[in-house]
């Protein structure tokens, strides 16, 4: 994991640092954390308790470069539209969500083998994620900076690269025969053996969230944001049914991540 992670915070870090040096911008850190919805195979589609029952949490350390004012000097940079509507974030977050199957196929009226199986299959998803985003904020930043008390909503698009560690099993016994396993995860998909893996990979993924900062004070802010994250692989969860012949299979994993943070300008 960490030599596809080390190189792209290395290059992170390097623009930050070249761009303070040479435009004089100013630089923002931050922590954020909250409750994490992961959508994926497990489950039935559209059903609440599925949505609600494969939840996580989410943690994480973010950095801005504010372009509309400048630390060395302590003062404004040059009143640009761009410079006073948007920030560019950098971070490193971590979530992990125990899986398992909701809905009417697993209601405890159901007593066929079927509805055993997928009663007893469970697994779980840990995802190391690393990217930026950039925030476009459609009041002015400037304004917000001098108000404490003021709200600073905004939104955001981006991309993350991602490190996922999928895990799936039953308390039946080890998966993958026909007295453990629900058919539809027996039958092999993307040259697997089986529509269900317990891997790690890597994965890009697209990031869009909205939200709204409060100024504490000069200096500081809380931040809340809804983040929508899609991944580019239906693997993340460890669960991917033949999409050929299941076709109900057809979106990939995703997530939306609704988190609370705090951030402090450095000076």
């Known amino acids: 994991m960490l030599k596809h992670v080390a190189p792209f915070l290395f290059v992170l870090l390097g623009f930050s640092f070249n761009a303070n040096a040479q435009f004089g911008f100013s ?29 996580g949490l989410g943690i994480g350390i973010i950095h801005y470069i504010n372009f509309s004012y400048e630390a060395e000097c302590n003062c404004y940079t040059p009143d640009t539209y761009f410079n006073d509507h948007f920030k560019l ?12 199957h909701f809905g ?28 930026v985003q950039l925030e476009y904020f459609p009041f002015s930043i400037r304004d917000f900076t001098a108000r404490t008390g003021s709200l600073g909503p905004f939104i955001s698009l981006g991309g993350q690269f991602s490190y996922y560690n999928a895990k799936a099993y039953s308390t039946l016994g080890p998966l993958g025969t026909p007295i ?16 269900f893996s317990t891997e790690g990979g890597t994965v890009w993924s697209v990031v869009s969230s909205v939200g709204t900062r409060y100024k504490l004070s000069p200096l500081r802010d809380l931040m809340i944001d809804l983040r929508f994250q899609y991944f580019f692989s239906n693997w993340v969860d460890g669960l991917n049914p ?26």
């Open 104 to 131: 009417e196929w697993v209601s405890p009226e159901r007593n066929s083998l079927g509805a055993k199986q997928l009663r007893a299959m469970k697994g779980s998803t840990a995802v190391t994620n690393i990217g």
């Open 180 to 195: 453990t396993t629900f058919p539809k995860y027996l039958t092999p998909t993307d040259n697997r053996p089986y529509g």
């Open 27 to 55: 630089h923002e850190v931050g922590i954020i954390a909250g409750p994490v919805a992961f959508q994926s195979d497990y489950g039935q589609r559209y059903n609440l308790n599925t949505n609600a029952g494969n939840t």
């Open 89 to 100: 974030r950098s971070e490193l977050s971590y979530n992990k969500t125990d899986l398992e």
């Open 242 to 267: 033949n999409p050929e012949i299941y076709k109900e299979n057809k979106a990939n994993d995703w997530l939306v991540w609704l988190n609370v943070g705090y951030i402090y300008y450095l000076q």
